[in-house]
T-cell receptor, first 110, second 115 residues
């Protein structure tokens, strides 16, 4: 399984764009990159998934360079309610289990 | 929006007692997972079911933990006897099938405190 590395924590202010970068140097051809968000005392929640280039949904954007060895989750104009832990995962396209790392604790300040 | 149901929400038990957690996945979801999350860490997989069969329980401490999904629907995770180090959040997740494009849905978890 490809190991991911992401910052332990980040601080931001309301209204700013937040970019969280994840490194996955040994990603394999059939691996997808998935991001989850987790609030305290809740289970993780799917945010976005991608294979290459750029993916955008109503919540976030995911940028993946051509070599796919890293990815960046972009949260536009964050609010206090975006304070959470964000997990970057590399998922094999074979339906196996998710392997979580330590995640990035994002603190949004007023 | 369909949810994964878990109960109880919180559980306090004494060391050496037995404890059980229940999970009801989203209707029709064939794959079910139990994860354990220690405070401040990411979730770690304990066991994976495909319908009623165990697919992967390599990380399940089988001397004290057991899991079942008898009819391929809801599932129970049991710990006997509980130890202080078992204090954690126990999360259940389900997905409709195999393949990365099937998103996982997690429940809100059971917070276990062993005293």
């Amino acid at each position: 399984l490809a190991k991911t590395t992401q910052p332990i924590s980040m601080d931001s202010y309301e209204g700013q764009e937040v970019n969280i970068t994840c490194s996955h140097n040994n990603i394999a051809t059939n691996d997808y990159i998935t991001w989850y968000q987790q609030f305290p005392s809740q289970g993780p929640r799917f945010i976005i998934q991608g294979y290459k280039t750029k993916v955008t949904n109503e919540v976030a954007s995911l940028f993946i360079p051509a070599d796919r060895k890293s990815s960046t989750l972009s949260l536009p104009r964050v609010s206090l309610s975006d304070t959470a832990v964000y997990y970057c995962l590399v998922e094999l396209n074979a339906g196996n289990m998710l392997t979580f790392g330590g995640g990035t604790r994002l603190m949004v300040k007023p | 929006e369909a949810e994964v149901a878990q109960s109880p929400r919180y559980k306090i038990t004494e060391k050496s007692q037995a404890v059980a957690f229940w999970c009801d996945p989203i209707s029709g979801h064939a794959t079910l997972y139990w994860y354990r999350q220690i405070l401040g860490q990411g979730p770690e997989l304990l066991v994976q079911f495909q319908d009623e069969s165990v697919v992967d329980d390599s990380q399940l401490p089988k001397d004290r933990f057991s899991a079942e999904r008898l009819k391929g629907v809801d599932s129970t995770l049991k710990i006997q006897p509980a130890e202080l180090g078992d204090s954690a959040m126990y999360l259940c997740a389900s997905r409709p099938g195999q393949g990365v494009y099937y998103g996982y849905t997690f429940g809100s978890g059971t917070r276990l405190t062993v005293v």
